[in-house]
């Protein structure tokens, strides 16, 4: 009975704040875990006439049919390639621009590079993509720009190189506004003290940022490397389906357009094999990285 009470006034206390994660907690539910139950699908050889729990079990088949396919070890190596392109290039790119947004001492104008950094991240690849195409054509500026100053014209969108660079670059400039706020709202948690202690004893900017900041920031830099790390096999799908060609399909094919394609050809148990084989790497990734960063540091840094 005393525990009963206890949870009574707890929840009477705090029930505004239910209410208030009530719906974010009923998305998950119904958008995240409740769709869990068609993992199955991925052991069954699924017939759509018998449904999910009627098809008859047949253990790993689907996973071997997936690894001898003759599209999916390709479609593995341009993930894990652009997957690790964007991990180098794009973790960097949100601390460079946090660093160089805390540095300016004029407030409108940081504010306004800011906005301007961070505008991209709130339109979609639909929309984007289709900009990129326009600008990066045959006939487009880009390509105007490079005759103008007598080069060749430039396949951006043709050639597998090009294609790459593209992607990545497109990639950064997306999403690294968004990235880099989650930066400096660490950076604002410093304590202003250490820095004027430091110019008192005739550290320049350069050294500030070398000794306090960059090292204030390595919890929220680890932390957030464990995060992207369960994503790595996640290569940009919707970026990657607006802007690739069958030209580049060498370069350009990942797991999530190999999975589509299945899902279209109703292979939906390879589909499923496809889909819950990237998702048991991002875990085991993140589970791995969340040890060694507690197991090789003082302050146990990591997501648990």
Partial sequence: MAAEASWTRTYRRHRGLLLLIGPCLAYFLVFHYLPMVGLIIAFKDFVMSHGVLASPWNGLDNFVRLFASEDFPRALRNTVL?????????FVAPIVLALMLNELRIGWFKRGVQTLTYLP???SWVILGGIFLMLLSGDGPANNIVRAAGANPISFLGDDLWFIAVLIAAGIWQSAGYGAVIYLAALAGIDPNLYEAASIDG????QQTLRITLPSLVPT??????LSLGQVLNAGFDQIYNMYNPIVYDVADIIDTYVLRRLIAMDYALATAGGLFKSAVGLVLVVGANWMARRFSDDEYGIW
């Fill in 82 to 90: 652009i997957s690790l392109l964007r991990l180098s290039f794009g």
């Fill in 203 to 206: 550290a320049g900017r350069w």
């Fill in 121 to 123: 991240y709130f339109f």
């Fill in 221 to 226: 830099i680890i932390v957030l490397f464990i």
